[in-house]
Each structure stands twice: as structure tokens, then as C-alpha cells.
């Protein structure tokens, strides 16, 4: 009973301060009994919320009885925490059901004014329900930006972890515009209503701009974001019919800050809309900072392209002759110095000149540039031509052969100078398009090059529907073509099948001695790569590469390039592959030199029938003829001009008989006798052929 009049006392001079600001002010005021855990209202709460009696203190689970349910178990802990001692202080917004059943936002801020035992005895403060109306959100009852920013002031003062999320609903104008802005309205109260019965006590969500939402997710790990997410989306499309997108930030790991944190997660909506909708997108600092980058280049090369192509060069690469190595063109690469950033590559600058449309001037600026270059040049290498690659944007535009044309004009180039490269894509189908503006190109002598062949659909194909002069097959199939099988009879069927329709082929991507030298027995037409020089600037390209083809030189000299004993046994096996072939057929296959004699090669059949399993450092007559001297075939030089000449000839004593094709071909870089001699019996053999053959 005492304790009880002490508490009284101890309370009395608050409550009649609390009667005499009372009457003044709007707000509910109240003192706070923590130890008793009453609380006395200065005005008349009960008139417009439900509190059970018509007096002036009340338990604190009498006032949280008018908590929404949505707030209520946060709204407990915090009083919680004042009645453990662990807050002397407090500031809440929630929700409180008046007695007509609506719940609206209240501000209620209290303050410790005395303490026992160190802890909090009695808070003053008060409950307002203006405080918070202008940053409630009319539509749905949430509270808005302002609060969400306020809100994590603390968060980040207190060092707390979460995500941040915003959602927005797919295609919401579209739903406006076509159903009405009722039916939107209805849309957006029902993703908040989902998104707050999932949200748990912690959580929080706040109506933004238009269909978004922000929601804070404290203490979530990812994969509970996720969770989160997806309860969502389903819940949302099956009640609605519509979808809905969410953009995710992880706190504090990539935003320390609100205003940073906000942009990246709308940030990262944008990019969930844009990579196909209904779907969560993390934020990636990494790739925000790449998204970033791009839009610096972007703007720079606009600034670039205005101020007459400052910045942009071009690097000529050496195209050489298969079978010589000599330099007969040149293919010429764009390249750009960003202000800011250096030298940038053109698989970083060429995407954003298409995606902008910038291609077309770039493009046009190549083109001459190139053409002049060309003309220059074609003055010291008169057979001298110049690969100049097109996107596919600048082929779709309708000006474009008046721009290659006006060009050529321009530099007083002959057509036959230039190809053009193309890249092989899905969008080079439209075949009759595409044939009608090569035939146009052609009329002018401009040839048409496919790039990257063999990477893009269907490439094959292409070569009996397009109507092109050269293929450049990618570099991909040349790495590694003397240890792998399958590259090296993609890229031999690709050259003859090529050849067998009169197109060009142009190897690209040539690096290694050893790629070099197993390519140059395919006898594709020209070949590129760092192997024989990389793009160079002008001044350099003349020096390195157009002096010795002036010449008559070619630019790597093979002859003194010497393999590798290591690589050698790595072509050997190559040959292996070969040798093991040729000794399946039923034919002799040898192989002799045409000045010597000597026996390079005999296959296993030969070796059989001759006996001359040791046949090294032999000469072919010896073997053959079992003779000392070089017989009449031996002088034969028929067989020189290219094609076989054939013959028979009897194997003396015996009934053997073999009809003889034989040909001059390169075996090691020296001229050779390849010779096929096919077993037939004498009696088969018309008599007319050998009478002919005398
Ligand atoms: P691309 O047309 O396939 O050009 C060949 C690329 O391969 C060049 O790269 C060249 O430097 C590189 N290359 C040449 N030989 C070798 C080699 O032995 N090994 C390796 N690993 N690479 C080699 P670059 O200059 O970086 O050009 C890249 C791409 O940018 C070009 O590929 C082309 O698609 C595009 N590009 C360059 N200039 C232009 C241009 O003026 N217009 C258009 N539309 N695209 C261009
Ligand atoms: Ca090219
Ligand atoms: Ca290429």
C-alpha cells in the first residue's frame, strides 16, 4: 500500500503537467509506468480508439490491443526492450485500429524522465497522428519515401545487415491503359497486402513512386530473399493475372548509404525488366560499375564521332599468299583512344557503335580512310588490296552502296581493290537481299568477304545461297590444327568444299610455325595472322611488311623458321595418320625426287611387292628397276605440268603388270615424283593401250 502511494508521488507532478499541456495539444500525451507497466493519456484516446474503460491509465496490453496485428509484435518487443532496461527511449510509427475498425499511422516518440535500479522508471511522450499523415501513402495506407529514408538513417547507424528490395509490377501502364486506373489501384493493394502478409514483424514496406514498392528485409540472407521473392510472384500472379519484378540490394556489403542504396536497387529492377520480366535481379557492384563504364564510352565516342573521328585510327593486318608468304593485302582494323580510359578494344567499342547506331559514321569513316590508305599503297604494290569489315547495320542501310561507291570515287579507287568482310550471323539469310546488293557491289568489281565463317548458323549453307568471293575461316578451328584431328578436317572440308564452288578462303588467326606449316598442305588461298604480323599502324605496316613484298620477299621466311624438335615429332604424327591411311589401299603409293631419285616414301603395299622395307637414302630405279642408273621414267618429265600421266609398264619375267599414274608434286618443299601404280594382269590389259603407249 505504501510502495503503491510512493509510485502515486513519484508520479503525481508528470500527470498534472501532463493535464496542463493536454488540453493545448492535438497529440495523445502519456506518461509510461514502466515498473507497473501502466500508462495515463492526458486526452480522451478512448473516444476515438477502443480502449476498454473510460479512464485515464491502462496496461500496456490495453494499448496494444489497439496496435494493428500487422505492427503488433514489433510495437511488444519495443516496449520490451524499455521494460529489460535495454532502451531508455523510443520512436514508432505504427498502425492503430480506431473504433470503426480503420488503422492508420501513429508517431509515437517517448523519452525516460526517471530511472530505478538504472533502469527506466517513467517515459514521457507522446502519440500523434499528424505527425505521420503526409508521409502516409492514400492508396494503400503505407507510409512512403520519406519514412523509408528515415528509416535507414537507423539501420545504417546500427549497423544492421538485409536487403533492399524494390518491386514494380511488369507492364503496369499497359494494365492502366487498358483496364482502367480503378483496376490498377486494385492491382497495387493487392501486391502490397501479399507482400505485408509475407513480410514478418521485421520487415517493412513503403509505397514509392508509381508501381513500386520498397521493402526492407532485415537480417534476410539471400536465399531467403529469394524465398521471399518468389512467395510473391506466385502469390500475386495467381490472385491477379499479372507479374511482378524485384530489384535486390544486400546492405551494407554494397551500399552504405540511402541514397546510393535506392539507385542500385532501382537500378537493378531495370535490369530484371529488362532481362525478360517476373523475376528477381541481385545487384552486382561489379557489373553496375561496368554498366557505368559503357555509358562513359558511349558518350565519349558520340563526342569523338562530332569532333571529326578524334581519337579513332586504323591498324593495317598483313593478308599473305599461301603458298609463298607474300603480302598481297592488307585488312583494316578500327581502333579508338578513349580520353578517359586509354586504348579500348574494338569488341568493347564496336557493340556500342551498333547498338547506337554510330556504326553508320564510324563506318562511313573507315571506309574512305581505308580506300586512300589503299590507294597510297597500291602505288608501291599495284596487285595490293584492301579487307574492309561492314556490321551488319551498315549493310541494312539503304544508302550503303552509295556510300561504298561515293568512297570509291572519292579516293579514285578501282572496285577491285576492296573487299568487303561481312560477318557471318543469322540476319545474312535474308539471301535475296543480300544477293542482289552483292551483285551490285560486284558490278563495281567489289568482292565480298564472310567473316568468322564457321562460327555463326548454319555455314555451310551459306555457300550455296550467298553469292560471295571468300571465306575467312575463324581462328577457333586453326589452335592447336597440328595435334587435333577434328579441327583439321573441319577446316580441309571447309576449303575444299569452297574451292569446289570457285570461293576464296582465307585462313584468319594463324599463330604458330607448326599451324603455318600443317595449313599450308590444305592450300587454302591467303593467310592472316599474328604468325606472319599483327595490325599495325601505317607507318609500321609500310616498314615491316610492304617493304619486302616490294621486294618479291615474303614476310616470314619458313625456310629459316625451324621446328621444334618437340613440334616435329607433333607433325610426324600427323604424317603418321597419313602414312597409316595410304598403307590401307591396294596401290602403290611412293614418293621420289624428281633431280635425285631418291626414295622419300613407299607405302606398305610397295614395300611389299618391291622388298624394300629399308628403303632410306635409296634411289627410286634401284628399288623399281633393280637398276644402277636412272631409267627412262626417271627422265620422264610428262608428269611435271600438273596433271597425272599415265603409263603401263611390265614388271620384267613376271606376268605383273602395273598401270602407272604419276605427277610432280612440293613433298618438303622440294618438286617430287608422286607415283600410284595399280597391279593389273597383262592379259587385261588391251593390247591397243600398249601398242599406243610405244
Ligand atoms: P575480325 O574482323 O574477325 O578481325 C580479326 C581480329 O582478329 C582482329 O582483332 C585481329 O587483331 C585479330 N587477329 C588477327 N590475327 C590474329 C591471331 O593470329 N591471333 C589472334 N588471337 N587474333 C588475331 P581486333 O582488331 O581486335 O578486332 C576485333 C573485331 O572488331 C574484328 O574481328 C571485327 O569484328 C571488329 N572490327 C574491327 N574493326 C572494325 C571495323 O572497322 N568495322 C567493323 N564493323 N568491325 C570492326
Ligand atoms: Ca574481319
Ligand atoms: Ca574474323
Redesign the pocket.
Known amino acids: 500500500m505504501k510502495g503503491e502511494q510512493d509510485r502515486r508521488r513519484l508520479l503525481e507532478p508528470y500527470i498534472e503537467m501532463l493535464s496542463f499541456w493536454g488540453e493545448s495539444i492535438e497529440d495523445y500525451l502519456f506518461i509510461l509506468d514502466v515498473k507497473e507497466q501502466q500508462i495515463y493519456f492526458a486526452s480522451c484516446i478512448w473516444e476515438k480508439y477502443s480502449l476498454p474503460f473510460e479512464g485515464i491509465s491502462f496496461n500496456i496490453e490495453e494499448l496494444l490491443s489497439i496496435v494493428d496485428i500487422r505492427d503488433r509484435k514489433r510495437v511488444e518487443l519495443n516496449f520490451k526492450d524499455i521494460e529489460m532496461g535495454e532502451k531508455d527511449q523510443l520512436t514508432l510509427e505504427y498502425r492503430m485500429v480506431d473504433r470503426t475498425g480503420k488503422s492508420s499511422w501513429v508517431y509515437f516518440v517517448g523519452k525516460c524522465v526517471s530511472y530505478e535500479n538504472e533502469k527506466p522508471s517513467i517515459i514521457v511522450g507522446s502519440i500523434s497522428e499528424n505527425a505521420v499523415s503526409k508521409r502516409i501513402d492514400q492508396l494503400t495506407g503505407l507510409r512512403n519515401q520519406t519514412v523509408l529514408e528515415k528509416s535507414f538513417l537507423e539501420i545504417f547507424e546500427k549497423k544492421k545487415s538485409g536487403y533492399f528490395l524494390i518491386f514494380g509490377i511488369d507492364d503496369f501502364k499497359n494494365v492502366n491503359d487498358k483496364y482502367g486506373r480503378n483496376y490498377g489501384n486494385e492491382q497495387l493493394k493487392r501486391l502490397a497486402e501479399i507482400i505485408e502478409q509475407n513480410i514478418g514483424y521485421e520487415g517493412q514496406i513503403y509505397r514509392l513512386d508509381g508501381d513500386k514498392f520498397g521493402v526492407n528485409l532485415i537480417g534476410y540472407g539471400i536465399e531467403s530473399v529469394k524465398a521471399f521473392y518468389n512467395i510473391v510472384k506466385v502469390a500475386f500472379s495467381v490472385q491477379t493475372d499479372c507479374a511482378v519484378s524485384a530489384g535486390a540490394v544486400r546492405y551494407p556489403d554494397d551500399a552504405k548509404e540511402y541514397h546510393r542504396l535506392y539507385q542500385y536497387a532501382e537500378d537493378a529492377l531495370k535490369h530484371a525488366k529488362r532481362h525478360g520480366k517476373n523475376r528477381l535481379f541481385f545487384f552486382s557492384i561489379d557489373e553496375y560499375k561496368e554498366h557505368l563504364f559503357f555509358i562513359d564510352l558511349r558518350e565519349e565516342l558520340f563526342e569523338s564521332i562530332k569532333n571529326s573521328f578524334e581519337g579513332f585510327h ?2 593495317y ?1 598483313p593478308v599473305v599468299r599461301n603458298e609463298d608468304g607474300i603480302l598481297v593485302k592488307a ?5 579508338w583512344k578513349s580520353k578517359q580510359y586509354g586504348e579500348i ?3 568493347v567499342f ?1 557493340p556500342i ?2 547498338q547506337t547506331g554510330m ?1 553508320l559514321d ?2 562511313k569513316w ?1 571506309l574512305e580512310k ?1 580506300m586512300q590508305q589503299c590507294y597510297i599503297w597500291r602505288k608501291i604494290i599495284p596487285y595490293f588490296r584492301m579487307n ?4 551488319y547495320i ?1 549493310l541494312k542501310d539503304k544508302k550503303i552502296l552509295d556510300i561504298i561507291f561515293h568512297a570509291l570515287d572519292k579516293t579514285q579507287l578501282p572496285g577491285e581493290a576492296i573487299i568487303l ?1 561481312v ?1 557471318e550471323s543469322i540476319q545474312l539469310q535474308d539471301y535475296s537481299y543480300f544477293n542482289l546488293l552483292f551483285y551490285q557491289l560486284s558490278k563495281r568489281g567489289v568482292e565480298v568477304s564472310i ?2 565463317f564457321g562460327t555463326g548458323y548454319s555455314s555451310l549453307g551459306y555457300l550455296k545461297e550467298l553469292s560471295v568471293d571468300e571465306i ?1 575461316i ?2 577457333c578451328f ?1 589452335r592447336q590444327i597440328q595435334n587435333g584431328e577434328y579441327n583439321f578436317r573441319l577446316i580441309k572440308n571447309m576449303i575444299e568444299l569452297a574451292h569446289s564452288v570457285n570461293i576464296r578462303v582465307c585462313v ?4 604458330t610455325v607448326e599451324e603455318r606449316f600443317v595449313l599450308k598442305e590444305l592450300f587454302p588461298d591467303v593467310i ?4 606472319f604480323g ?2 599495325e599502324s601505317p607507318d609500321q605496316f609500310e616498314k615491316k611488311f610492304l617493304e619486302r613484298a616490294k621486294q618479291g620477299k615474303p614476310i616470314v621466311d619458313d625456310s629459316k623458321r625451324k621446328i621444334h624438335i618437340e613440334n616435329k615429332k607433333l607433325l610426324e604424327k600427323n604424317k603418321q595418320n597419313y602414312k597409316r591411311l595410304l598403307d590401307e589401299l591396294d596401290e602403290i603409293i611412293y614418293v621420289c625426287d624428281t633431280k635425285t631419285h631418291e626414295l622419300y616414301y613407299i607405302n606398305k603395299i610397295g614395300k611389299k611387292l618391291t622388298g624394300a622395307y629399308e628403303y632410306t637414302g635409296k634411289k627410286c630405279y634401284e628399288i623399281f628397276q633393280s637398276g644402277t642408273e636412272p631409267c627412262k621414267d626417271c627422265k620422264d618429265t610428262n608428269s611435271a605440268n600438273g596433271m597425272f600421266c599415265v603409263k603401263i609398264r611390265k614388271k620384267e619375267n613376271t606376268d605383273i603388270c602395273f598401270l602407272i599414274r604419276e605427277k610432280t608434286i612440293l613433298w618438303n618443299e622440294k618438286p617430287a615424283r608422286l607415283g600410284v601404280a595399280t597391279d593389273i594382269l597383262e592379259e587385261n590389259v588391251s593390247k591397243n593401250f600398249l601398242e599406243k603407249e610405244k
Request: glycine share 10%; hydrophobic share 35%.
Open positions: 586504323i591498324y593486318q585488312e583494316a582494323l578500327m581502333r578494344g574494338p569488341e564496336i557503335l551498333e556504326i564510324a563506318g573507315i581505308a574492309i569489315n561492314l556490321s551498315q568482310e560477318t567473316d568468322d575467312k575463324d581462328k586453326v584468319e588467326g594463324v599463330e592472316q595472322g599474328y604468325y599483327r595490325p
